[in-house]
């Protein structure tokens, strides 16, 4: 058995495309459209996963838009998706310099959460040992849920 991908439906393919994009940084490896089933697919790679995602087809995430519109609660019970980052503190903050919302800081130099404009959890962990705990990181608090 070999992980391939996690597909998370979007209602906004332009806006879930540019937060995967030009937000998180990732790589759109290929993109699918289907007009008889009115579907588009797109997947991404993390920067480090790239060689493996284009050799192999995996690790993606697969962003699904149906064109016809439907509410999606909870993004359906979807739990969340988790990276490795080489710098919390420093991904933390060039997200929130272009707008996101970091709903559980990385107060403990390890760990941060945010959602995508579906409302998507996406966990954020620090690549090896925690960072020293830090300012303004430490002192902030849960902002919504995540």
Not at 110 to 132: H, V, W, Y
Request: proline content about 7%; hydrophobic content about 40%.
């Amino acid at each position: 058995m070999r992980y391939l991908h996690t597909m998370i439906r979007v209602t906004d393919l332009d806006a879930s495309v540019t937060f995967f994009r030009d937000v998180l940084g990732m790589i759109e490896v290929r993109r699918s459209v289907n007009e008889k089933a009115r579907y588009t697919l797109v997947f991404f790679a993390a920067p480090k996963d790239l060689d493996g995602a284009k050799a192999k087809d995996a690790p993606l995430v697969e962003l699904t838009y149906n064109w016809d519109p439907e509410a999606y609660s909870g993004g359906r019970n979807f739990g969340h998706l988790a990276y490795r980052v080489d710098d919390i503190y420093g991904y933390c903050a060039r997200l929130a310099k272009a707008g996101v919302t970091i709903n559980r800081p990385p107060r403990d130099g390890n760990m941060a959460f945010i959602r995508t404009p579906d409302g998507i959890s996406i966990e954020l962990l620090q690549e090896g040992a925690p960072k020293p705990v830090a300012e303004p990181w430490a002192s902030m608090p849960n902002v919504g849920t995540w």
